[in-house]
């Protein structure tokens, strides 16, 4: 499973959702809290051009927010990225 970074802050229930789907797929992945720490915060939102959390990340993948992740998931190409193997 490649590796997964989600951006999130606590009381975040967008947050709460996108990391609920994750693990109920299997997927461990590193979490960061921006709420508190501004360094985070801006490489989050240069990484993926956006301010707003969750923002996800599958390898070196954006696939942007909740809603995003969800869509992929409807869609089937959730798991297809979920197994794909990292290079």
């Keep these: 499973m490649p590796p997964i970074t989600i ?10 959702r996108a ?16 709420m508190m720490d501004p360094d985070q915060r801006r490489t989050m939102e240069q990484r993926s ?3 707003t959390v969750p923002q996800i990340f599958i390898a070196d993948t954006h696939i942007g927010g909740c ?7 409807e869609t ?6 979920l197994q794909e193997t990292p290079a």
């Design 19 to 34: 990391k609920r789907l994750l693990t109920t797929k299997g997927a461990s992945f590193e979490e960061i809290d921006v």
């Design 76 to 81: 089937g190409e959730l798991d297809a990225l």
């Design 7 to 16: 951006y999130t802050t606590p009381l975040c229930p967008y947050c709460m």
């Design 67 to 73: 809603d995003d992740l969800y869509r992929l998931d």
């Design 49 to 51: 051009g956006r301010h």
